[in-house]
Structures are given as C-alpha cells and as structure tokens.
C-alpha cells in the first residue's frame, strides 16, 4: 500500500505565497512522475506541474513564473511553492505520483492525495 500525505493549504491573500507538501509512505519500491492537480468548483480537475525522477517540470500556462515544483527523491516527497496568488488559483489541490510497490516493482499505478483547500482571497 502507497500512502500519500498532503500538507500546507489555506487562506492566503491575493499576491501572497503558500507552499505545498505531498509525502509518499509504506511500500514503496520507485517513484516515476509526481505532479501537482487542481479543482475548482464547477471545472474539472487539472494538471498545475508535473516533475519526472530526473528534474523535468512543466506547467499549465496559468501558472508559469508563479509557481514552481520540486521533488526530494530521499524523503519521497514533492513540493509545490506558489508564489503571486490570485483568486483564480482557488481550488482544491490534488497531490499524485506514479509508483511501484515492493510486492510489483515493474508494476507503476497512479497514487492520489486526499486533496488540500487553497483559497486566495481577492
């Protein structure tokens, strides 16, 4: 089992910073890709950042320059730090990775977090 841990949401003010954690835990034998989604009320979920095992990122348009992902391959743990807040960046925030467990190594499944609420006030 593949757990995942979210940390770091709430209420910040327009231009304001906020940074997210995601831990993975229990048997996990790799990570692939991590990546960072978001739900707004009433759209469908996107995908805000994504980070491959070696370092690559990449954004949604909206957020280039804002907000930058990050991964400790060590602590299993991905990191998104926002920066520049705008009310638009209201939603919930989605944590995932792709992982194989100890009992599949080749077998890499898509993990989800629970979510954590960001609200930037305008």
């Known amino acids: 089992q593949v757990q995942l841990m979210e940390s770091g949401g709430g209420l910040v003010q327009a231009g304001g910073s906020l940074g997210l954690s995601c831990a993975a835990s229990?048997?996990?034998?790799?990570?692939?890709?991590m990546g960072w989604y978001r739900q707004a009320p009433g759209k469908q979920r996107e995908l805000v950042a994504g980070?491959?095992?070696?370092?690559?990122?990449n954004y949604v348009a909206s957020v280039k320059g804002r907000f930058t992902i990050s991964r400790d391959n060590a602590k299993n743990t991905v990191y998104l730090q926002m920066n520049s807040l705008k009310p638009a960046d209201t939603a919930v925030y989605y944590c995932?990775?792709?992982?194989?467990?100890?009992?599949?190594?080749?077998?890499?499944?898509?993990?989800w977090g629970k979510g954590t609420l960001v609200t930037v006030s305008s």
């Open positions: 229990g048997s996990i034998f790799s990570i692939n890709a």
């Open positions: 980070i491959t095992r070696g370092g690559s990122t």
């Open positions: 995932k990775i792709q992982a194989s467990s100890d009992y599949s190594p080749l077998a890499f499944m898509d993990y």
